[in-house]
């Protein structure tokens, strides 16, 4: 591996520690700044097991960069379902660590034309996604909206909307249980930890 991979690859570790640090305090209910998370001890040794993390991922994949971004896309998902969960929020400084991050993978392994071509056409969709959960009159919040943009314009729209579907079924499901229980249909719900679980079908489907 040349030394620029390896800076890259640190650069990715720091931003998945940053990403864990933050989303851990806003889990527990503190809220910090993302100048405030690169400051704390916890993100650099954090970063050091997303370092490890990494290359044991890519050791059993043969090195192959989209099981890596994969294994990041899933990683951040599952640490914005927690946060979503308990705080009904999607933070945009995970968004931001998410996406740098992405970049990062995609300029080790894809051509600049690709990675434009991708991150244009996500933006696409985003703006699509916006005037559709605007003209339904906000049955989405902005914070599910930003992150299926921040994930079309990194994993591509066709993916991002499969996600979608999948996440939109279950949360069907779920709304159905809710009924059962005799509970309103108006009771809200996070939506991230949906958005996940049909990440993990669809990856699995995939297979």
């Known amino acids: 591996m040349r030394a620029g991979e390896?800076?890259?690859?640190?650069?990715?570790?720091?931003?998945?520690?940053?990403?864990?640090?933050?989303?851990?305090?806003?889990?527990?209910?503190?809220?910090?700044?993302?100048?405030?998370?690169?400051?704390?001890?916890?993100?650099?040794?954090l970063s050091g097991v997303w370092f490890f993390l990494y290359g044991l991922i890519g050791s059993f994949s043969g090195?192959?960069?989209?099981?890596?971004?994969?294994a990041d896309l899933l990683c951040t998902y599952g640490i914005l379902a927690m946060v979503d969960g308990r705080r009904r929020i999607v933070?945009?400084?995970?968004?931001?660590?998410?996406?740098a991050g992405q970049m990062l993978w995609g300029a080790l392994?894809?051509?600049?034309?690709?990675?434009?071509?991708?991150?244009?056409?996500?933006?696409?969709f985003a703006g699509l996604l916006l005037l559709f959960v605007w003209l339904s009159g906000g049955k989405m919040g902005m914070g599910d909206v930003r992150l299926l943009?921040?994930?079309?314009?990194?994993?591509g729209?066709?993916?991002?909307?499969?996600?979608?579907?999948?996440?939109m079924g279950l949360s069907f499901i779920y709304s159905i249980c809710l009924l059962l229980q005799k509970r309103s249909?108006?009771?809200?719900?996070?939506?991230?930890?949906?958005?996940?679980?049909?990440?993990v079908i669809q990856m699995i489907a995939g297979v």
């Open 6 to 45: 390896i800076l890259t690859w640190i650069a990715i570790s720091i931003l998945g520690g940053m990403k864990s640090v933050y989303g851990i305090d806003l889990w527990k209910g503190n809220k910090a700044s993302l100048s405030q998370v690169c400051l704390k001890g916890q993100t650099y040794l």
């Open 63 to 70: 090195g192959s960069l989209l099981v890596l971004q994969s």
């Open 185 to 199: 249909l108006k009771t809200e719900f996070p939506f991230v930890p949906f958005l996940a679980a049909g990440m």
């Open 109 to 124: 392994g894809t051509s600049p034309g690709i990675l434009l071509h991708t991150v244009g056409t996500g933006a696409v």
């Open 157 to 167: 729209w066709l993916y991002t909307l499969q996600v979608l579907f999948v996440a």
């Open 91 to 99: 933070p945009d400084g995970i968004l931001l660590c998410y996406f």
């Open 149 to 155: 943009g921040v994930t079309a314009m990194t994993a």
